[in-house]
């Protein structure tokens, strides 16, 4: 910081006056400027200057804020009671009541404990007051939250029913900051941190933007010089890149917006250090992440224009999950009102993007002053004024961290946000939804756990029915059962119990959830039971689901049971010839096949065919084919006298003996209740399958026959299909392989 040993002229504060001010209210600034000149003639700053220089610069902040002359005046006077000879009286005298009562309030502020005034006194009175510590640093320590929090309710207790003294507390406050390096080092991080407590929440209460960063980058690169250092060196060192990269984002953002009728003022935003450093903390990331990303800001005429501008940012590069914040619906506690979301840009790098009106940006920078900057006649900034007066003191009556809930929700009603509504959970969070929205749509958003188990809902106290449309404001309470689902009718269109999407699928999915329990249930008792039948043990099911393609066991129960998946597909896998020797714990037949199902009809092959009666061909015998009426081909060897004479040559095919094929001994058990011809059925559809019976036992008991056979067959496949043929015999109960032996 330049030091000087003259002082401002008072031309130079009187150039950067409102313009709106009248040529009284530029002489009251003018008399004020000459009391305070004279009260501090002989006092100067640890920097050298003269004492009024202080003053000059807190006015010219406050003049920034466009404030009325009033608070200029007692900006110059703010320090004369206090450190001179100057007297409330004699204020009173010359600038009457309301300037005295600002410049009360000031003093009076100065006073509360640990609010610091972090003026630069050469004077022995400025030595005195370094004496004046907090009393013990380490007594303090572990109440310093309360302590900060006691203090911010007691500024702006102090500041009483004039929030202007807080304006002119802020402006003293911004220019000890920026003139903090004539301080000594351990005075410098206490009034930095105080800094940080007190007067930078309170700027930020007062939605004064423009104070708040500057104040926190100056207090921080006193509480943190090494942090700060680094953080602003990384950004000297790529702010030339950045800004060329933000030129062509704002070509590129201009042209969209044009083409869509957009009116659009675009700027890059500036970035603190303070505000970056805290997003690398809350968000634990480094540097690179945290200022990789790109911010720009969209000033646009009116409210609709921000989400037609938000709308086309989002048609037109990716938005990031969750980087979406609509403060234009719900405003910051302190009535900040902005459209925030971030896009993965063409470059695949993140964008952060703020959409506001002229009225919000005004609001966003100066808070609560921004009052002042309007024309005459607004009702609207009145009203905000009034508004947020209002908020102020109800904080002030129950601490800072109290709202006043009924009022904000009140903020909330709204016409212009006509396709959604902003629905309040019971603890206060707002909520937006589709208009049309039900209280199983609010559940769902909620917590799919809560939705599934929706069972009523109260709207503001209320029991309503669950197809009641719920209104911006409405506060909801979702009634819940310990345990179930969802019901179906949720899903029927014509109920109108769901409107949105998100809902609907959340419910689609725990029914098809559902449906999949049961379905695998389902198949893997079917499977069970058949395998049970066949006689197959330790079966590796991730083996077998492997082999037919599923990633899981599960995934083939539920196709099992929804019957994408056959069992006899999942049989047939075991029949593969590296399954069978596994599968048979037994050795092949000593004899192989003799049995006839190895015919192969030469060009007709898989055609019906059946051994000749009249000449029994057997294995090996020279044979041929005859083409019956109806019954498919009947084998006849070819030495048989009735192919030898029969007429019809052309119904005769040439056959073959197909390769010989392993048979394996299977003892099977069939139970049934005992009935005529039960025993014949049964071999002659084994003798259709072509299987060889090697051994029959029957035994009737209290008219329930037991069967036990030794069958031959080829391979499982075979051994299920003629285990479920028997069991669909008349009378049979079951048919399963049993234990060999
Ligand atoms: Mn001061």
């Given at each position: 910081?330049?030091?000087?040993?003259?002082?401002?002229?008072?031309?130079?504060?009187?150039?950067?006056?409102?313009?709106?001010?009248?040529?009284?209210?530029?002489?009251?600034?003018?008399?004020?400027?000459?009391?305070?000149?004279?009260?501090?003639?002989?006092?100067?700053?640890?920097?050298?200057?003269?004492?009024i220089?202080?003053c000059?610069?807190?006015?010219?902040?406050?003049?920034?804020?466009?404030v009325?002359?009033?608070?200029?005046?007692?900006?110059?006077?703010?320090?004369?009671?206090?450190?001179?000879?100057?007297?409330?009286?004699?204020?009173?005298?010359?600038?009457?009541?309301?300037i005295?009562?600002?410049?009360d309030?000031?003093t009076?502020?100065?006073?509360?404990?640990?609010?610091?005034?972090?003026?630069?006194?050469?004077?022995?009175?400025?030595?005195?007051?370094?004496?004046?510590?907090?009393?013990?640093?380490?007594?303090?320590?572990?109440?310093?939250?309360?302590?900060v929090?006691?203090?911010?309710?007691?500024?702006?207790?102090?500041?009483?029913?004039?929030?202007?003294?807080?304006?002119?507390?802020?402006?003293?406050?911004?220019?000890?900051?920026?003139?903090l390096?004539?301080?000594?080092?351990?005075?410098?991080?206490?009034?930095?941190?105080?800094?940080?407590?007190?007067?930078?929440?309170?700027?930020?209460?007062?939605?004064?933007?423009?104070?708040?960063?500057?104040?926190?980058?100056?207090?921080?690169?006193?509480?943190?010089?090494?942090?700060?250092?680094?953080?602003?060196?990384?950004?000297?060192?790529?702010?030339?890149?950045?800004?060329?990269?933000l030129?062509?984002?704002?070509?590129?953002?201009?042209?969209?917006?044009?083409?869509?009728?957009?009116?659009?003022?675009?700027?890059?935003?500036?970035?603190?250090?303070?505000?970056?450093?805290?997003?690398?903390?809350?968000?634990?990331?480094?540097?690179?992440?945290?200022?990789d990303?790109?911010?720009?800001?969209?000033?646009?005429?009116d409210?609709?224009?921000?989400?037609?501008?938000?709308?086309l940012?989002?048609?037109?590069?990716r938005?990031?999950?969750?980087?979406?914040?609509?403060?234009?619906?719900?405003?910051?506690?302190?009535?900040?009102?902005?459209?925030?979301?971030?896009?993965?840009?063409?470059?695949?790098?993140?964008?952060?993007?703020?959409?506001?009106?002229?009225?919000?940006?005004?609001?966003?920078?100066?808070?609560?002053?921004?009052?002042?900057?309007?024309?005459?006649?607004?009702k609207?900034?009145?009203k905000?004024?009034?508004?947020?007066?209002?908020?102020?003191?109800?904080?002030?009556?129950?601490?800072?961290?109290?709202?006043?809930?009924?009022?904000?929700?009140?903020?909330?009603?709204?016409?212009?946000?006509?396709?959604?509504?902003?629905?309040?959970?019971?603890?206060?969070?707002?909520?937006?939804?589709?208009?049309?929205?039900?209280?199983?749509?609010?559940?769902?958003?909620?917590?799919?756990?809560?939705?599934?188990?929706?069972?009523?809902?109260?709207?503001?106290?209320?029991?309503?029915?669950?197809?009641?449309?719920?209104?911006?404001?409405?506060?909801?309470?979702?009634?819940?059962?310990?345990?179930?689902?969802?019901?179906?009718?949720?899903?029927?269109?014509?109920?109108?119990?769901?409107?949105?999407?998100?809902?609907?699928?959340?419910?689609?999915?725990?029914?098809?959830?559902?449906?999949?329990?049961q379905?695998?249930?389902?198949g893997?008792?079917?499977?069970?039971?058949?395998?049970?039948?066949?006689?197959?043990?330790?079966?590796?099911?991730?083996?077998?689901?492997?082999?037919?393609?599923?990633k899981?066991?599960?995934?083939?129960?539920?196709?099992?049971?929804?019957?994408?998946?056959?069992?006899?597909?999942?049989?047939?896998?075991?029949?593969?010839?590296?399954?069978?020797p596994?599968?048979?714990?037994?050795?092949p037949?000593?004899?192989?096949?003799?049995s006839?199902?190895?015919?192969?009809?030469?060009?007709?092959?898989?055609?019906?065919?059946?051994?000749?009666?009249?000449?029994?061909?057997?294995?090996?015998?020279?044979?041929?084919?005859?083409?019956?009426?109806?019954?498919?081909?009947t084998?006849?060897?070819?030495?048989?006298?009735?192919?030898?004479?029969?007429?019809?040559?052309?119904?005769?095919?040439?056959?073959?003996?197909g390769?010989?094929?392993?048979?394996?001994?299977?003892?099977?058990?069939?139970?049934?209740?005992?009935?005529?011809?039960?025993?014949?059925?049964?071999?002659?559809?084994?003798?259709?399958?072509?299987?060889?019976?090697?051994?029959?036992?029957?035994?009737?008991?209290?008219?329930?026959?037991?069967?036990?056979?030794?069958?031959?067959?080829?391979?499982?496949?075979?051994?299920?299909?003629?285990?479920?043929?028997?069991?669909?015999?008349?009378?049979?109960?079951?048919?399963?392989?049993?234990?060999p032996?």
């Open positions: 910081m330049k030091s000087t040993n003259t002082a401002i002229p008072l031309e130079k504060l009187l150039e950067q006056l409102p313009d709106i001010y009248s040529v009284a209210d530029r002489e009251l600034v003018q008399h004020a400027y000459r009391v305070a000149e004279e009260a501090h003639r002989e006092q100067k700053r640890l920097s050298g200057e003269p004492y220089n202080h000059v610069s807190v006015a010219s902040i406050l003049a920034e804020l466009k009325p002359p009033e608070v200029i005046a007692a900006g110059l006077l703010h320090d004369t009671v206090e450190d001179t000879s100057v007297t409330l009286t004699d204020i009173r005298r010359d600038f009457g009541d309301a005295t009562a600002l410049v309030g000031v009076k502020l100065t006073h509360l404990p640990h609010v610091s005034r972090g003026d630069q006194h050469a004077d022995s009175d400025a030595v005195k007051q370094e004496d004046e510590e907090p009393p013990s640093a380490p007594a303090l320590l572990g109440r310093k939250d309360e302590i929090a006691e203090t911010l309710r007691k500024t702006f207790l102090a500041m009483g029913k004039d929030v202007r003294v807080m304006f002119i507390k802020l402006a003293d406050r911004l220019h000890n900051m920026r003139t390096s004539h301080m000594p080092e351990h005075k410098r991080k206490r009034i930095a941190q105080e800094t940080l407590d007190i007067f930078s929440p309170v700027a930020n209460r007062l939605g004064i933007w423009q104070i708040k960063w500057e104040l926190e980058d100056l207090a921080f690169r006193n509480v943190n010089p090494v942090e700060y250092k680094k953080i602003a060196e990384l950004l000297t060192e790529k702010r030339p890149d950045r800004e060329s990269q030129e062509v984002i704002k070509e590129n953002l201009i042209k969209l917006l044009e083409q869509n009728n957009i009116k659009a003022e675009i700027s890059g935003r500036p970035k603190h250090i303070y505000s970056i450093f805290k997003k690398m903390q809350k968000k634990d990331k480094p540097f690179d992440m945290v200022w990303v790109r911010a720009v800001r969209l000033i646009v005429p409210v609709p224009s921000c989400y037609a501008a938000l709308g940012i989002h048609t037109s590069w938005p990031i999950k969750d980087e979406f914040d609509d403060y234009i619906a719900a405003p910051k506690d302190n009535y900040y009102q902005s459209l925030h979301t971030a896009v993965i840009y063409k470059d695949k790098r993140p964008l952060e993007v703020q959409i506001r009106t002229h009225e919000m940006h005004l609001n966003a920078e100066f808070g609560i002053a921004a009052h002042w900057r309007y024309k005459e006649g607004s609207q900034a009145d905000n004024y009034e508004q947020q007066i209002n908020s102020l003191r109800s904080m002030m009556e129950w601490g800072p961290d109290v709202r006043d809930a009924t009022e904000f929700v009140e903020s909330m009603h709204t016409d212009v946000f006509q396709d959604h509504v902003y629905i309040f959970t019971p603890r206060g969070d707002a909520i937006d939804l589709p208009s049309g929205a039900t209280p199983i749509d609010f559940a769902y958003h909620v917590h799919t756990d809560i939705g599934h188990r929706c069972r009523g809902a109260r709207i503001n106290g209320k029991l309503v029915p669950l197809d009641q449309a719920l209104n911006t404001g409405d506060q909801v309470e979702i009634l819940t059962a310990k345990r179930g689902g969802p019901s179906l009718d949720w899903l029927n269109p014509n109920l109108g119990l769901v409107k949105t999407q998100r809902a609907r699928s959340k419910i689609k999915v725990w029914f098809k959830k559902q449906e999949d329990e379905n695998l249930a389902q893997r008792s079917g499977l069970e039971k058949e395998l049970q039948r066949l006689g197959l043990k330790d079966i590796n099911f991730e083996k077998l689901a492997h082999d037919l393609n599923y899981t066991p599960d995934e083939m129960f539920i196709e099992l049971g929804n019957g994408d998946l056959s069992f006899s597909k999942i049989i047939r896998q075991f029949s593969q010839p590296e399954e069978s596994d599968i048979f714990e037994v050795n037949s000593s004899t192989p096949a003799t006839t199902n190895s015919i192969e009809v030469v060009g007709l092959k898989g055609m019906l065919s059946a051994m000749a009666r009249c000449c029994n061909p057997t294995a090996g015998d020279q044979v041929v084919g005859f083409i019956t009426r109806g019954r498919g081909v084998i006849h060897r070819q030495d048989c006298p009735n192919i030898l004479q029969t007429k019809e040559r052309e119904r005769l095919l040439q056959v073959g003996w390769h010989v094929e392993r048979t394996y001994p299977v003892p099977v058990k069939i139970k049934a209740y005992d009935r005529q011809g039960l025993v014949s059925d049964i071999s002659n559809l084994l003798s259709d399958e072509n299987i060889n019976i090697a051994d029959v036992k029957v035994n009737v008991n209290r008219s329930i026959a037991d069967l036990r056979l030794i069958i031959e067959v080829k391979d499982i496949t075979q051994l299920s299909r003629i285990l479920t043929r028997i069991e669909n015999l008349p009378n049979v109960m079951e048919a399963h392989r049993s234990s032996g």
